[in-house]
């Protein structure tokens, strides 16, 4: 069975602060794909990052981050120097290779980032 | 230029009405989606089309029939409303071709948020 965990349903921080979003999958394939997508509360899901399964080299946009560890099955984002902008739902994703394309998305951790 | 766009962005209904939501993409993708987000924020697929073809079905009652007339655009026509189908209903697409690897990030819609009373 595949399936995505994001353990933490909300966190809180202040400006300035840098914040950790879990996520956790599984998965029996060994091609795969890993996403992050954002939504704000205007509501639209925005793509933040896609990651095969080949690749664990971390990434960094800014101050976004990824840290993709296939030993422990995880996927997660930092963000640096929280901004109140970054106020949002963050929905971690996976896609296998062999399951016609569809995204399995976790249960989203809303971050909220007070001024 | 808007990528995908569905309209309409609300629609607020009567139990047992029909209704459809339209989606476009001007992306030139192959593959199109449908997703329900419930009012605890999940997001689920529902349906998904390659190039006019149905690929994906999951469980949903036969109420909930897409339509592809090209590519570029995936209707969703619901009969019967019911109260439980009130979610946020958002189309989707992305360059995925079956058989050609599947692993294209998926652009999203701004959400069609439907009400059934």
């Known amino acids: 069975a595949q399936k995505v965990t994001q353990a933490q349903t909300e966190i809180s921080v202040v400006e300035k602060e840098d914040v950790t979003l879990d996520c956790v999958y599984e998965?029996?394939?060994?091609?795969?794909?890993l996403f992050w997508y954002k939504q704000p509360p205007s509501g639209e899901l925005v793509f933040l990052i896609r990651?095969?399964?080949?690749?664990?080299q971390n990434e960094i946009s800014g101050r976004y981050s990824w840290n993709f560890q296939k030993s422990t099955s995880s996927f997660n984002f930092t963000i640096t120097a929280s901004q109140v902008v970054d106020s949002a739902v963050y929905f971690c994703?996976?896609?296998?290779?062999?399951?016609?394309?569809?995204?399995?998305f976790g249960q989203g951790t809303t971050l909220q980032v007070k001024p | 230029d808007t990528a995908v766009s569905q309209t309409p962005k609300y629609l607020v209904t009567q139990m047992g009405n029909d209704k459809s939501i339209k989606c476009e993409q001007n992306?030139?993708?192959?593959?199109m989606y449908w997703y329900k987000q419930d009012s605890k924020k999940f997001l689920k697929i529902m349906f998904s089309?390659?190039?006019?073809?149905?690929?994906i079905n999951e469980t949903v009652p036969n109420r909930f029939s897409p339509k592809s007339p090209d590519k570029a655009h995936l209707n969703l026509h619901i009969n019967s409303l019911e109260l439980g189908d009130s979610a946020v209903y958002f189309c989707?697409?992305?360059?995925?071709?079956?058989?050609?690897?599947?692993?294209?990030?998926?652009?999203f819609g701004p959400g069609t948020r439907l009400t059934v009373l």
């Open positions: 989707a697409s992305s360059q995925d071709r079956v058989g050609a690897g599947l692993g294209d990030e998926q652009f």
């Open positions: 998965t029996r394939d060994t091609t795969y794909y």
């Open positions: 990651r095969n399964s080949f690749d664990e």
């Open positions: 994703a996976l896609k296998s290779s062999g399951n016609t394309g569809k995204l399995i």
């Open positions: 992306l030139g993708h192959d593959t």
């Open positions: 089309y390659n190039n006019k073809e149905l690929i």
